[in-house]
């Protein structure tokens, strides 16, 4: 406990919120935050539960919202250098899910992203790591793969021995954690309008991944045909043959589409 924090604090880091889930490491934190000039705030939160909206007697503790944290830092402009470095492990259990809501508030500018761009820099199994920058074809191209693929631009940092982390015999999947920097781009190469649209369109079509776009489009959408006849996208093709860019183009088009259905915009 409190190892990467001392070890930021010794890298000369001027400014550090660390949440830790666990009360009984917590003491060890606050006696860190004594001794840091003020340059450490230790919180008692779950980094996977920052910013859950639904009613406060329905969550277990701990929970924080960003602007209990993040009262004391300036917000930047989009296009301006990145607010923070967001550190840590995105672990077996929740690491997809953790992912997909980081990329959703990414989308809507919420949460954390209120005060600018941030780099998220974590250690994830080598399943979910290999999710991020799958081939398209692949059984695990998927919705975080394009979702991440078009909102950050993504590094890969290290690659470390299972062993290194976690005693021998843990259920972990895989024999390595990968260190990945997912850097919220200042321009994505989609419009905002269209942005509205991409993630319920990812989830519609990858619902079925195999099943040909133009069935999945035609369920939300009747008439949506017209889109894939004006992109020349073969009735036949796919989800997981689709690039992230023919992605973009194909939720450009449907967002400036006069027949898309209220039905369809309901997901939104």
Known sequence: PGVLSRALLNAGSKQIMALESNLKFLPMLTKLENLSDGRLK??????????LVAPKQDLIPPVYQSSDILKDIKPKEWNDDIVGRIIGV?????????????LIRLIEKSGLHRWGRWEHIAYY?????????AQ???????RITVL???LCDITTLSKDHIDDFYPKGTLIKGNSMELIRLTAKKRCDISTEALKFLDPILQQVFAARRQPLLNRLESIAPGSYTILDKLNIPPRKSAVEMTAMEFIELVEEFSAWDGRMNLFENLL
């Open 148 to 150: 991440s693929n078009i």
């Open 42 to 51: 230790a919180y008692h939160s779950d980094f996977n539960k920052l910013d």
């Open 90 to 102: 995105a672990n077996n259990a929740m690491g997809h899910r953790f992912t997909i809501s980081y």
């Open 136 to 142: 398209t074809g692949t059984p695990i191209y998927g």
């Open 125 to 133: 199994t080598e399943k979910t790591a290999r999710v991020l920058y």
